[in-house]
């Protein structure tokens, strides 16, 4: 069974940094592009960051350029969301995706809050 396991959000304050991972176990992480969303309360689940599936090409939403970096280590089928400069708009549970053509796999999500 699929399973994508997200940890690392929390609540930390304006302006501080958090790195979210995603460890994925029973599939071929290699061959996944992965993403994350997030999704606030009352809005949408909307795309964070995305991430090939050999890690050569990245892509960002416009409200997170120059503040997070997403990565990837195939060796450890693990993804990860480095969150820097936080603001409090940033507050969401965060999700990790994985996608491999038809397929497509969602993990349980993991909350970050921001807020002094």
């Known amino acids: 069974q699929v399973q994508l396991v997200e940890s690392g959000g929390g609540l930390v304050q304006p302006g501080g940094s958090l790195r979210l991972s995603c460890a994925a176990s029973?599939?071929?992480?290699?061959?996944?592009?992965m993403s994350w969303y997030r999704q606030a309360p009352g809005k949408e689940r909307d795309l964070v960051a995305a991430?090939?599936?050999?890690?050569?090409?990245?892509n960002y939403a416009d409200s997170v350029k120059g503040r997070f970096t997403i990565s990837r280590d195939n060796a450890k089928n693990t993804v990860y969301l480095q969150m820097n400069s936080l603001k409090p708009e940033d507050t969401a549970v965060y999700y990790c995706?994985?996608?491999?053509?038809?397929?497509?796999?969602w993990g349980q999500g993991t909350q970050v809050t921001v807020s002094s």
């Open positions: 029973a599939l071929t992480f290699s061959s996944y592009a």
């Open positions: 995706h994985a996608r491999d053509y038809g397929l497509r796999y």
């Open positions: 991430i090939t599936s050999t890690g050569d090409s990245t």
